[in-house]
């Protein structure tokens, strides 16, 4: 993935430093929990969405450094909240904040990491980026909600499933996307263009993650793989393998139970991947990917348009 972003490399090291900066607390508990957060790592692709996005405009580090931060503080606000929420001990092979400090310092971190993401945003007054960011969090907010809501509904439909991921993944992607081109004066027609781009790379994104979640090697993966049949969370696998499984009754059995057994997680996954929920997933996930880079067609020619094209086919086939 790093050598994707060998054009923004630079610009990625300045923005991983001025993350260490602006977590850096009187309070020493502060400074330490969200220091572990940005050194166990992650893709950063929030905020190299938005450098990519940046480079169609009138490209200044300075115009675009304290949105890119703004980003990733976003999502790791959601992470150390996600860690809390499924009781997770483990991401990216590193031990949580949750596993560490405990529920109640992981929620304050959580909300004082999205605090200064705000101090960040604020600097762009008169700018459609302070709005969309604060929908889209709101959006986010309503993906994870409905999440929980369906959590163990085996009627979700592929309508339910998609209004989900597309709050609580691809509209950050999107909005990333969208406003490192307006942060840098690029014109409507271009950031709006990106932003789609984003929505689409974000839903393929999701669905990739949701596919990895049952074939993933652990050790790669960072986390134990079906976490999410464990937690009773219908992902589009699953949806098609209860639509088009001859052992429909006994997928419904197994993720009806909330505690199941390691066997019985390891039996629905081979129950989804005989049915072909794979197969499906991926090809869906594909059709994204295709409506991607469609988007970037009418944009000019420039190397990192190029970068956009090889990050989304990169997006369907990770293996982590």
Request: net charge neutral; charged share 25%; hydrophobic share 40%.
């Amino acid at each position: 993935m790093k050598k994707l972003f060998d054009e923004i490399r630079s610009d990625l090291e300045i923005v991983e430093a001025e993350l260490m900066e602006v977590v850096k607390a009187p309070d020493p508990l502060l400074t330490d929990t969200a220091t572990h957060l940005i050194k166990a790592g992650g893709k950063r692709l929030r905020p190299a969405f938005s450098l990519l996005g940046a480079k169609f405009g009138d490209f200044e580090i300075k115009k675009v450094l304290p949105l890119a931060v703004a980003l990733e503080l976003i999502h790791m606000a959601t992470l150390v909240h996600d860690d809390v929420v499924d009781s997770a001990m483990t991401r990216r092979g590193a031990l949580t904040v949750k596993a560490m400090w405990g529920n109640k310092i992981s929620t304050h971190i959580g909300d004082h990491l999205f605090g200064q993401s705000l101090i960040l945003l604020s600097s762009y007054q008169g700018s459609i980026i302070p709005p969309v960011l604060a929908d889209t969090s709101v959006k986010m907010c309503e993906g994870e909600i409905y999440q929980i809501s369906a959590s163990y509904d085996t009627n979700q439909t592929l309508r339910d499933y998609f209004y989900r991921i597309k709050r609580k993944t691809a509209l950050l992607i999107a909005a990333s996307s969208q406003l490192g081109a307006v942060a840098c004066g690029a014109s409507p027609k271009t950031h709006l263009a990106l932003r789609r781009y984003g929505n689409h790379v974000g839903m393929a994104f999701q669905i990739t993650d949701d596919i990895l979640d049952l074939t993933a090697e652990q050790k790669r993966l960072g986390k134990p793989i079906g976490g999410d049949i464990r937690q009773g969370i219908i992902t589009l696998p699953v949806i098609y393998a209860l639509a088009n499984s001859a052992d429909r009754d006994h997928i419904l059995h197994l993720i009806n139970k909330e505690n199941k057994s390691d066997e019985e997680v390891f039996e629905t996954i081979s129950i989804v991947k005989d049915c072909g929920g794979l197969e499906y997933s991926s090809r869906i996930a594909q059709r994204y990917i295709s409506k991607a880079k469609q988007e970037l067609s009418p944009l000019p020619n420039i190397p990192v348009k190029e970068t956009l094209e090889t990050i989304a086919d990169f997006i369907s086939f990770r293996n982590f």
